[in-house]
């Protein structure tokens, strides 16, 4: 005799699982779509349209007759100046993130590492204090510090410490002064978190073994920091290749970097094109520094 079939009241209530695999699988796509719509509105868009606006002969908008061509990368290519150019941007940003990582670790590390509330708290402030303030604030406040008739030159000459001005302004270690105090605060921030999760066990381990406190950071703290001083690294350099304002307000008519460039291209010669074709290249070339340094750094902290 069969045993009847189980009413719609007695049927057991179904699984978790299989209650989740019942509903809409379009509801993960939905949560996503207003981040990719962000992500193609200020990311994709502009550069697919700079990257388009680099292999055109004109702007499609207001010309007619216009074609693509590669002549913007072979001007670029066939003038040396514009090689000095580069060499210059990419000088500037390496010299402007080992200073924000020489100065910013230590205040990370003990931003990290401090026990008393207080103390924390003013560190952080004054961190963040400066990240308050407008960019051109911070650059026009180093002016007059670093100005021939500035502070600190008007002060050494009243010592009779010297007898004319340093050229402190209107060179490269001006630029990279500025560019050091702004993005001092990104380095920090980023080495401050990984630095904070680090167990200090294992230092105190070390300690315990016969290594002294230096050693026992450069054998523990520092390489378990790598992955910090990697992001903090990238993310100075990238801002500091890219910056406009306090390359032009300390380094005068004197210094030229691409950003430089590229506005002196779009708004004096109207050759948006050749500016695109400046983008691009200075983007290529960051991507492919930024590549081989994380790779650098990743075999080192493999071979440890």
Known sequence: MTKPAPSIA???????????????????????????LL????????????ALMSVLTGN??????????????????????NWEVLWATLRIGFWTTAAALLIGYPIAHLLARVHSRAMHAILLIAVLTPMLTGIVVRTFAWMTLLADNGVINQTLMWLGWIESPLPLMYNEFGVIVGLTHIF??????????????????LENAAVSLGATDFRAFLEVTLPLSLPGIVAGSLLVFSLAISSYVTPILMGGFQ?????????????????????????????????VLVTAYTRALKSVTRKR
């Open 10 to 36: 007695q049927a057991e209530p179904l699984p978790a699982s299989a209650a989740i695999s019942l509903a809409p699988r379009n509801t993960l796509g939905l949560l996503i779509l207003p981040c990719g």
């Open 39 to 50: 992500f193609v509105l200020f990311f994709v868009l502009p550069i697919g349209l700079m």
């Open 60 to 81: 499609p908008v207001v010309e007619e007759d216009v074609a693509f061509t590669v002549e913007h990368y072979a001007r670029f290519a066939g003038d040396w100046y």
């Open 184 to 201: 001092v605060p990104y380095m920090v921030l980023t080495l401050t978190g990984v630095i904070g999760r680090i167990d200090t066990g």
């Open 255 to 287: 210094i030229t970097t691409l950003p430089v460039m590229i506005y002196q291209q779009v708004s004096s010669s109207f050759n948006v094109s050749y500016a695109a074709a400046l983008g691009m290249i200075l983007l290529a070339i960051s991507l």
